[in-house]
């Protein structure tokens, strides 16, 4: 029997962004809790993990791949063509060197719903070292080319943490006003 771990609620509040049917890319997806919530939402999804054994027993219907994408080439890149999504979902990580791939990777449409740690966590526990704490402001950085509909720098309880999150929406490519649904949101 496999036990189904609750998602983020940052993400299953932002989730509304998503058109229906997008598809979405879960970096570092862990134990494959964010997979397994999208794919009962009918959406297509993917995730991408050192260790990708937890997450295919809770999202059979996942496309797993299983790399180190700290120390190796990014995996949805070939030939120099960067594969995009309709949504990308990090939560609890941080690789700078990677930001960017991860920002460039949501499809035009699509839609960025990123969630972990922040300066201020090292006062509460791990992580601590601040190569895996944001600092304030950086994922609004990150996301300047994206149409940001959320963001949030603080700390959180249950358990006790800082964190820094952003729901951020890239336009379409046709330039067409944005969807109803984020406009609503906004």
Do not use: K
Request: with cysteine; aromatic share 8%.
């Amino acid at each position: 029997m496999v036990l189904l771990l609750n998602p983020s609620p940052w993400i299953v509040r932002w989730s509304h962004l998503l058109e229906p049917h997008a598809t979405v890319l879960d970096i570092a997806c862990g134990s494959g809790r964010h997979l397994a919530w999208f794919a009962a939402r009918h959406h297509a999804v993917t995730g991408v993990d050192r260790d990708t054994n937890q997450a295919r027993l809770q999202a059979p219907s996942a496309e797993l791949l299983c790399a180190d994408i700290e120390n190796n080439p990014w995996p949805f890149q070939t030939d120099g063509v960067l594969r995009t999504f309709g949504a990308v979902v990090v939560t609890n990580y941080l690789w700078r060197p990677l930001l960017e791939t991860v920002v460039n990777s949501v499809a035009p449409g699509g839609v960025l719903l990123y969630e972990t740690f922040a300066a201020g966590n090292e006062t509460l526990g791990r992580p601590s070292r601040p190569d895996f704490l944001l600092q304030p402001g950086e994922l609004l950085q990150a996301c300047a080319g994206l149409e940001v509909v959320a963001y949030e720098n603080g700390t959180l309880q249950d358990p006790p943490r800082v964190v820094q999150r952003i729901a951020a929406v890239r336009a379409p490519a046709d330039h067409r006003r944005l969807p109803e649904i984020w406009r609503l949101a906004l």
